[in-house]
């Protein structure tokens, strides 16, 4: 079984829905985060979670909201979908250490279509 | 704040010959660590290797190895050996350490295609 799972891996919605993205891990890391990936720019952070209570903006976190629901749960909300948000979004998570072991573990990816 | 640049958008290598996709960094902390991910077409990520930057030797895993120059913040990844299945993107990354153990920062990606 995955470490790191996202549901649902494709969706197609359109202009104005709210959207939730939901990431479960069974690594047991307290640290979790969103990315989103477009053609030519990379992944690029959207929002990080060091722990439960803790949650932070990353670099573009306009349009999007974050739950952590538990350690091992974190979703991803758009609450009125807009066509730009057409990318592939990534989930990772890590353990709170220094060096090789920051290593950060990916989820399969959830790639979202807005119409 | 921390920057990755990698300048190759596409590279092109022969089987069986190696390859340098390029990365260069910048950061203000001293203690750091570089990553490098690969991304078929299939879309997961998939790490290859890491760097710290208090690391005196290069990083080697199989095939791969880190060409790490500090002193000109450069941490390009080898391939030696090219094989077909080698074709994908590839993603240079880093972390600051000192600061607060922030999240990976990505460059934009090299994609890599392999010439039978």
């Known amino acids: 079984d995955a470490d790191v799972t996202q549901t649902p891996r494709n969706r197609i919605t359109k202009t104005g829905k709210r959207i939730m993205l939901e990431c479960s891990q069974t690594?047991?890391?307290?640290?979790m985060y969103w990315y989103r990936q477009d053609p030519g720019l990379g992944l690029r952070l959207i929002y990080y979670?060091?722990?439960?209570?803790?949650?932070n903006k990353g670099e573009i976190s306009d349009g999007y909201s974050v739950s952590r629901q538990a350690q091992a749960k974190f979703s991803l909300s758009l609450e009125s979908a807009i066509p730009n948000q057409t990318a592939l979004y990534f989930c990772a998570t890590s353990e709170p250490t220094s060096g090789r072991k920051n290593e950060q573990f990916f989820g399969p990816g959830t790639r979202l279509t807005v119409l | 704040a921390q920057k990755i640049t990698q300048t190759q958008p596409g590279m092109f290598v022969q089987e069986k010959e190696a390859v340098t996709l390029d990365c260069t960094y910048d950061t203000s902390d001293q203690s750091y660590g570089l990553f490098w991910y690969k991304q078929p077409s299939s879309g997961e990520m998939i790490f290859l290797i890491y760097?710290?930057?208090?690391?005196?030797q290069n990083a080697t895993e199989g095939r791969y190895s880190l060409n790490f120059q500090k002193a000109r913040k450069s941490a390009n990844l080898v391939i030696s050996a090219s094989q077909l299945g080698d074709s994908a993107m590839y993603f240079c990354?880093?972390?600051?350490?000192?600061?607060?153990?922030?999240?990976?920062?990505f460059g934009k990606g090299t994609r890599l295609s392999v010439i039978a």
């Open positions: 979670s060091f722990d439960v209570k803790d949650i």
């Open positions: 690594k047991g890391h307290d640290r």
């Open positions: 760097q710290g930057s208090y690391d005196e």
């Open positions: 990354a880093m972390r600051d350490f000192n600061s607060g153990n922030t999240p990976l920062v």
